[in-house]
């Protein structure tokens, strides 16, 4: 379990605009810690407890700056192949002292994964160039969640003609965090 200090965090953010007093020792705290603050300062500490740990966003709402006030966040990775996961984590505030304390914890399981829209485009298109004999020169598709059932349609714009497909997912490893879909095509307007 570590704590992160506030006084370094908000040094950083104080550089920026050009004020360093107080630096070096404790400054006055603000009554709340931007969400894009409280990001920064976590993912930076997880990195460091992690040397490994692949790269990631880690996205945080705005967190009071008292004792035990704590934000539900997120963090979003991109594995190999699109492979995309979400883990829950919670940043707590757990001293005003020395300049803050901050301790974060994320949850040992992903609260979701699936995979990235560019992904799900290059799958559809090999699909539509296996079909159909033609590569298509744009196709446009969401993020797709690895819940089998889950259905997202894709934009395929071939040749001067629009055509939809329908991405349905229909099987998951979520220990690999593995999405299997099907593609299914739309018929082009007349």
């Known amino acids: 379990m570590k704590l992160v200090p ?7 953010g104080l550089v920026g605009v050009g004020v360093l007093a107080g630096c070096d020792r404790d400054v006055a705290l603000p009554d709340r810690l931007p969400g894009t603050a409280v990001a920064r300062m976590g993912e930076r500490e997880l990195e460091a407890q992690n040397p490994r740990l692949a ?9 009071p700056l008292r004792i ?4 539900h966040c997120h963090r979003t990775t991109e594995l190999s192949d699109g492979r995309v996961v979400r883990v829950a984590g919670t940043v707590k505030v757990t001293s005003l002292a020395g300049g803050g304390r ?9 609260e979701e994964f699936g995979l990235s829209g560019d992904r799900v ?18 196709v446009t598709c969401p993020y797709l969640r690895g819940a089998v059932g889950t259905m997202v349609a894709c934009r395929i714009d071939a040749r001067g003609v629009r055509r939809a497909a329908e991405v349905r997912v ?13 593609v299914h095509w739309s018929r082009p307007p007349s």
């Open 121 to 138: 485009a290059a799958g559809v298109r090999q699909r539509y160039a296996r079909r159909f004999h033609a590569q298509p020169p744009q």
């Open 55 to 63: 790269p990631g966003t880690l996205t945080c709402p705005v967190l």
């Open 6 to 12: 506030l006084t370094c965090l908000l040094c950083w």
């Open 102 to 110: 901050l301790h974060v914890a994320m949850d040992e399981l992903a």
């Open 68 to 71: 035990g006030a704590s934000v």
């Open 170 to 182: 229909t099987a998951v490893d979520p220990a690999a965090y593995r999405t299997t879909y099907a």
